[in-house]
C-alpha cells in the first residue's frame, strides 16, 4: 500500500521557520521524482520544490528560492523541505508528491498524493 505522509506543519510568524517531512512507504522511492506543492485558499495548487530521481540539485519555484530548501533521504525514503524567512504568503497547504513514468514495455504513470500538511504564518 503506497502510503505519503506529511508532518512538520504549523503556525509560525513571519521571518520564522519550518521543516516539513514526507515519509514514503509502499514503493521504490529512490525511483520516483519527488515534489512539494502546495495549495493557498482559493488558489491552484503550485509546485514548490522538485527533486528528481536521478539525484542532482532540485529545482524550486521563483517565490521560494533562497528560502526553501528541498532534501531526500533514499535510505530513509524521506523527503524533507527546510522552510526558512517565511512569509505570510507562503500560508498554504504542502502536499508531497510521488511521480513517475515507465515508457517500457507499455507507457505508464504513478503518481502518488500525501494528505498535506498545513503550514500557517501570522503576526
Known amino acids: 500500500q503506497v502510503q505519503l505522509v506529511e508532518s512538520g506543519g504549523g503556525l509560525v510568524q513571519p521571518g520564522g521557520s519550518l521543516r516539513l517531512s514526507c515519509a514514503a512507504s509502499g514503493f521504490t522511492f529512490r525511483i520516483y521524482d519527488m515534489k512539494w506543492y502546495r495549495q493557498a485558499p482559493g488558489k491552484e495548487r503550485e509546485l514548490v520544490a522538485a527533486?528528481?530521481?536521478?539525484?542532482?540539485?532540485?529545482n524550486y519555484a521563483d517565490s521560494v528560492k533562497g528560502r526553501f530548501t528541498m532534501s531526500r533521504d533514499n535510505d530513509k525514503n524521506t523527503v524533507y523541505l527546510q522552510m526558512n524567512s517565511l512569509k505570510l504568503a507562503d500560508t498554504a497547504v504542502y502536499y508531497c508528491?510521488?511521480?513517475?513514468?515507465?515508457?517500457?514495455?507499455?507507457?505508464?504513470?504513478?503518481?502518488?498524493w500525501g494528505q498535506g500538511t498545513q503550514v500557517i504564518v501570522s503576526s
Open positions: 527533486f528528481t530521481s536521478a539525484g542532482g540539485s532540485p
Open positions: 508528491n510521488a511521480f513517475r513514468v515507465e515508457v517500457r514495455p507499455l507507457r505508464k504513470l504513478f503518481d502518488y
